[in-house]
């Protein structure tokens, strides 16, 4: 069993602007070592109905910045599909 102290928090999932035009999605790059990950930020445009439409571009950032990002968008009204 791995100790509590010793599990990583990467930042997984989409969020959505608060103007509902904007997708994030985050995930960890599964070539990127356990002890250094790596995550992907992928942009889409969003469809009226709020799915993914078009695919924009994408980031692979280290786990911080990752992090960062990921708060920054919460406490900017970015909500969590």
């Not at 999932?13 to 790059?29: E, S, V």
């Not at 942009?43 to 280290?62: A, D, E, L, Y």
């Amino acid at each position: 069993m791995v100790p509590q102290s010793c599990l990583i928090v990467i930042p997984e999932g989409w969020l959505i602007n608060p103007r509902k035009t904007c997708l994030l999605r985050f995930f960890k790059d599964p070539m990127s070592l356990q002890r250094l990950p790596k995550v992907y930020m992928d942009k889409w445009s969003v469809t009226p109905s709020g799915t993914p439409h078009n695919f924009i571009n994408r980031r692979k950032v280290q786990l911080d910045p990752a992090l960062e990002t990921w708060s920054e968008l919460i406490l900017n009204g970015w909500e969590k599909l």
